[in-house]
């Protein structure tokens, strides 16, 4: 069974304070990984998909890499409106298989 | 927007009553997944659907159910409904089981 466990549960900064994300999995084959923000009472907004180790994208102050067992997600110089659930989501080469998410970050960005 | 229209966005009924939720995909996406949402369970997969036809199933209780008309939108139906069915339901859609998903605004459901 697929699996995604995201660490921390919460992480607050500092604006301006960089910090990183972890998303470990455990899939028979990975087919991609996503990355996606949450902002509260609003659905998931896609950010990233990542599709082999070594691969990275970036945009704006957001960084995701990935390994064979899991992807960061690296946040420079964060500002307030950083301020997000981030979850990741991975999905196997079995079959049809849906996405399957973590729990997410909760993160929040103090000025 | 995301593209992907759900309705309503706010529901609140009382326990054993029953009902519907309905979402509109993107334009030419033809598969629509359900997936709910607690504080404590994040977002949980219930079932997919592609071009009208149930593709996948996930932990969705026997007291759910779900079709996708042939103009591709699809509904939730929920019946007898409990305290612990609480939570957000969103609806996203994609191109095919493939690509990655874009999710609706979702309908907060209060069981009262």
């Known amino acids: 069974e697929d699996q995604v466990t995201q660490s921390p549960e919460a992480l607050r900064l500092q604006e301006g304070e960089s910090s990183s994300l972890n998303c470990s999995y455990t899939v028979s084959g990975l087919r991609g990984l996503f990355w996606y923000r949450q902002d509260p009472g609003k659905g998931p907004e896609f950010l990233f998909t990542?599709?082999?180790a070594g691969e990275e994208k970036e945009k704006e102050r957001l960084k995701a890499t990935l390994t064979k067992k899991e992807s960061f997600l690296h946040i420079t110089a964060p500002k307030p409106e950083d301020s997000a659930t981030y979850l990741c989501?991975?999905?196997?080469?079995?079959?049809?298989?849906?996405?399957?998410f973590g729990k997410g970050t909760r993160l929040s960005v103090i000025a | 927007d995301s593209g992907v229209t759900q309705t309503p966005k706010h529901l609140i009924t009382a326990t054993g009553q029953r009902v519907t939720l309905r979402c509109s995909p993107r334009s030419g996406d033809l598969s629509v997944y359900w997936y709910q949402q607690s504080l404590d369970q994040g977002l949980q997969f219930l079932i997919q659907y592609y071009n009208g036809e149930e593709r996948a199933k996930g932990n969705i209780l026997e007291r759910f159910s779900a079709q996708q008309f042939p103009d591709l939108h699809s509904e939730l139906n929920l019946s007898s409904l409990e305290l612990g069915d609480s939570a957000l339901y969103f609806c996203a859609s994609s191109v095919d089981y493939s690509t990655g998903y874009t999710f609706g605004s979702g309908t907060r459901l209060t069981v009262v």
């Open positions: 990542l599709y082999s």
């Open positions: 989501a991975v999905q196997g080469v079995s079959g049809n298989t849906p996405l399957v």
